[in-house]
């Protein structure tokens, strides 16, 4: 395998959506120290520019905004034929919205909103392959909300803190159902919750009780899905 670009961060990364250029976006990465030790927390584009034999191995970034917090997640969906809209699940619990477009013309306004109501990190996020507007966001203290790009401002929870005092780890939507989609926990939980019923549908756990890293619905298959500890 060759490699063909290195991109000098310790971060965690979503790929532009959309049939335009590949981009890549990085945010620093929580619980990480870079080589040099920075304490630099920033939001960063990257052009991979693969068809220009001239360029470089190691990447510099095309665009970049500094962050409050360092991030756990990014996602990023596409948006009225336009680059769309960046997520962050931050340290502090925060859930930071950026324009693409604005980032990558070095506009100072790029951040859309920011809201709080995780009381703990945010873990893990992910928009709904259905219906983009939705979006999961889950972590610390058994916290799961679906927001609304529309509506900000007024997520609703499913779940409730006296059941469940574990952090979720990993989320993913249905690939099938649109308002089906699963968790992973530290306390080793895999739950299927019906957004639509606003209640999860069914909890399954392993009996060593190992933290669940990942969590995947099949494709192809609506009733099936693995998880990695």
Known sequence: MVRLREIPRTATFAWSPGAASPLLATGTRAGAVDA????????????????????GIELEPVASIDSDSRFHDIAWVQQNNTRGTIAGALENGSLDLWNAEKLLSGDENALISRTSKHSGA???????????????????????????????????????????????????????????????????????????SKKESLTLNNMGRKAVSAVAWDPQKARRCPSLE
């Not at 030790?37 to 068809?51: A, G, H, R, V, Y």
């Open 36 to 55: 040099d030790f920075s304490n630099d927390t920033k939001l960063e584009l990257w052009d991979l520019d693969l068809d220009s034999a001239n360029k």
């Open 122 to 196: 945010i873990k893990t996020l992910q928009f709904n392959p259905f219906k983009p507007d939705l979006l999961a966001t889950a972590g610390a203290k058994g916290e799961l909300f679906i927001s609304d790009l529309n509506n900000i401002g007024n997520p609703f929870r499913l779940g409730n803190t006296a059941a469940r005092a574990d952090d979720f780890e990993c989320l993913d939507w249905n690939k099938r159902v649109p308002h089906i989609m699963v968790t992973g926990s530290s306390g080793g939980f895999v739950t299927v919750w019906d957004v639509k």
